[in-house]
């Protein structure tokens, strides 16, 4: 009941703050997501130029991740370890409320854990289900590290690289565990991206 309260009261004081400095956030918010949505838009372009091509590197590219693919399909259905079981019990079982005010532990991979929550909640708490968000991250980071060494040393080392993101085996078997490792690797992956792309031209920001 204590930390229900101290969690209301922060939450009361986060929400005044909030409230002050509305205008502020908003046009603030505003720019950063009219940035994203260009970085999305040009990642998308030149993800359409790369299959408008069809050539080999997009041939060699596809080979990759079904490899990668298949790879974490083999463990996919293993029986649960004991970090899996922990999270599911101790943090997505509890329900989402729990999960956002009470549970604040370098154990506790918060968006991970809510995402796990949902899908839990729709198709039902198996295995497979608790790790999909984890297997789509570890399949996602092959194509976007692809795309950040592609854009600075060429198609030859990003295929190199995406390959060896696809059999490496602990991101083969982060991708297979109902945690947020892969997630974790695909934001960092693309932060560094963005970082080096304001670094280019800070006025991609504002």
């Not at 590290?145 to 854009?151: A, L």
Request: aromatic fraction near 10%.
């Amino acid at each position: 009941v204590f930390r229900l309260r101290i969690c209301g009261l922060l939450t009361g004081i986060a929400a005044s703050g909030i409230w002050l400095r509305r205008r502020s956030l908003s046009q603030q918010g505003g720019r950063m997501l009219s940035s994203l949505a260009a970085e999305a838009g040009e990642a998308a372009r030149e993800f359409r130029d790369l299959y408008a091509r069809a050539d080999t590197v997009t041939l060699l590219l596809g080979i990759v991740v079904l490899v990668g693919l298949v790879l974490r399909l083999l463990y996919l259905t293993q029986p649960m370890r004991y970090d899996e079981a922990s999270n599911y019990l101790f943090y997505v079982k509890p329900g989402v409320a729990r999960i956002l005010l009470l549970d604040y532990m370098p154990n506790n991979h918060i968006l991970h854990t809510e995402i796990v929550w949902l899908l839990t909640h729709i198709f039902g708490g198996s295995p497979v289900v608790m790790r999909m968000p984890a297997l789509i991250a570890g399949l996602l980071l092959m194509p976007v590290t692809y795309q950040y060494v592609g854009r600075y040393e060429g198609p030859a080392a990003a295929l190199f690289a995406a390959g060896l993101t696809a059999v490496n085996a602990d991101l083969a078997m982060s991708s297979t565990n109902a945690r947020g490792y892969t997630m974790v690797a695909l934001f960092f992956v693309c932060l560094i991206q963005m970082a080096q792309l304001l670094g280019e031209d800070p006025r991609r920001i504002g």
